[in-house]
């Protein structure tokens, strides 16, 4: 292991290398490494034609991330399970054609990493049929740029798989917290372990190299070997870090509740402002089982552990988020992939082993559009490519999917109180169309497979039947007509319709103990 300025690295990708990226939105990106390639390439105009790889965003909206690499020349092909935080500039190269950009989904990118590293040829899997990264639909491809087939439909004891071929890492970048002389890296101030160890075995198998960014050096053997979650023998390269350059999370520089040093009480957590985000979580939360393990998307459905802490019964709950964690309350907005209080943080590839296999209960997730069959779409809506993240894995295979989300969007404003709603301003956008821009969850397939599949929006409950998509609740001071079905580009299913409880709609609710007391769900 050497020990080497940032201003060496980028001379250690050549041009029309294979880079994999470590990190997740900014939680333990390699920034500093990041920007010194972007440094090194605006000097000297090398490397050129670089393709990246990641499990997941790399960077925020803002400067960090994929922004160094979103110069034209110095990148050829981005793959990736999200595009949402990558940064406005590489996004624009996505919509505008100006680079090759594979959607794929986290937890399989994640087993990918495995496979690369003890040179299996690549990851046959389920996940991702009938979507749009089926090679019948879109092969994950996000523009018409790229053209190259990187997963193929095949046949395997007579059923149908995906298969993800590996591809070759010239170059792993990597973080963790310290490192010694020998090149043993803790991840402990890290809030996830993420699979910065894979990717280095992947890197290594491949014949390629491993740079990896830390806050501090230590002398060798001074590292409990416990502690040590990447070994020496995998990294060639160690780089001291900035703080700046170092963020534990977008929002946040460092904090030891973030990566279980320490406990926070619950009641601490500022609640949610009556809105109908809130309203939207709470009537979610009515789908909570006691003892469910159970998974929370960004977004609204992030916001179901504050509802639960306000009302006294987060620790009837077992929250997990495809990071890598297990238990505990999730943190939100830009703290979000880490948690209070986690009883476990595991290495992001095994979480998703048992999401893959079937260990969740439930799943609350965010949507962008709905059509009449169920189909969900998260990954590519008015034409931008935001990605799909863990998303497809964690639909496939999940017992129990509330998706939650606004009815409308764009310019919506509601009045939430006294028991009812009222819609001030209705959005531009309709979320419930005749067709999605995108198939990022099959709701055909989810019907014949028999998941129990619930839609939560501030003034609608959907349920996802056989014969399609029923509308079976609306909110209190909402009028069905005009309110909703209106604004829907199809007409859903109408049985027995019920309204919604108004107490969701008040300041103080207090329902949410007596339903999971009950055992009942709406």
Not at 417 to 429: C, N, P, Q
Request: charge should be negative; hydrophobic fraction near 40%.
């Amino acid at each position: 292991m050497k020990i080497i300025r940032p201003y060496e690295v980028g001379a250690l990708i050549a041009d029309d290398a294979t880079v994999f990226l470590g990190g997740l939105a900014v939680t333990s990106l390699p920034e500093e490494l990041l920007v010194a390639v972007e440094q090194h390439f605006l000097n000297t105009g090398h490397p050129q034609r670089v393709s990246t790889w990641a499990c997941g965003a790399i960077g925020n909206s803002g400067a960090a991330g994929m922004k160094h690499f979103a110069h034209p020349g110095m990148i050829k092909r981005v793959v990736a399970g999200h595009f949402g935080q990558t940064g406005k500039e590489m996004m624009k190269m996505v919509f505008d054609g100006e680079v090759e950009a594979y959607n794929f989904p986290q937890g399989s990118l994640s087993h990918l990493t495995r496979q690369i590293a003890c040179r299996s040829p690549g990851v046959l899997t389920k996940v991702g049929l009938g979507t749009f990264v089926d090679p019948r639909l879109e092969g994950g491809k996000m523009n018409s740029r790229t053209t190259e087939d990187l997963v193929r439909l095949v046949e395997f004891d007579g059923d149908e798989w995906l298969y993800y071929r590996a591809p070759k890492i010239d170059v792993a970048l990597i973080r963790g917290t310290v490192a010694d002389e020998h090149g043993n890296v803790t991840l402990d101030k890290e809030g996830v372990l993420l699979e910065q160890l894979s990717i280095a075995q992947a890197a290594r198998a491949s014949g390629g190299i491993v740079i990896c960014q830390v806050e501090r050096i230590v002398k060798a053997g001074s590292l409990h070997p416990k502690a040590v979650k990447i070994p020496g023998v995998v990294v060639d390269y160690v780089v001291l870090s900035t703080p700046q350059n170092h963020m534990q999370t977008i929002a946040t520089q460092f904090d030891p509740a973030l990566c279980g040093d320490i406990q926070i009480p619950t009641d601490s957590l500022v609640p949610m402002p009556l809105d109908e985000r809130k309203v939207i979580a709470r009537r979610a939360a009515l789908e909570l089982s006691p003892g469910a393990v159970t998974n929370l998307g960004i977004g609204i459905p992030a916001g179901i552990p504050s509802v639960a802490a306000e009302e006294g019964v987060a620790d009837a709950l077992t929250l997990s988020i495809e990071s890598g964690v297990t238990g505990g309350i999730p943190a939100q907005k830009g703290d979000f992939g880490l948690a209070y209080n986690a009883e476990a943080i595991i290495e992001q590839s095994f979480q998703f082993d048992y999401y893959d296999g079937g260990g969740l209960d439930a799943s609350f997730l965010g949507l962008a559009q709905v059509d009449a069959s169920g189909n969900v779409n998260v990954s590519k809506f008015n034409g931008r490519p935001v990605g799909c993240g863990g998303f497809v894995n964690i639909t496939r295979s999940t017992k129990r999917l509330i998706f939650c989300g606004s009815f409308t969007a764009g310019g919506l404003e509601l009045q939430v109180g006294e028991g009812a709603l009222t819609i001030k301003t209705e959005g531009r956008s309709r979320k419930f169309i005749k067709q999605v821009e995108q198939i990022t969850f099959n709701g055909r397939d989810a019907a014949l497979r028999g998941q129990e599949v619930v839609f939560v929006t501030e003034r609608a409950v959907f349920h996802l039947r056989a014969d399609g998509l029923e509308l079976t609740e609306i909110a209190p001071g909402v009028d069905l007509e005009r309110d909703v079905l209106a604004h829907m580009e199809f007409r859903p299913i109408i049985r027995q319709l019920r309204t919604m409880d108004a107490d969701l709609f008040r300041a103080n609710w207090g329902g949410l103990r007596k339903a999971l007391s009950a055992g009942t769900r709406h």
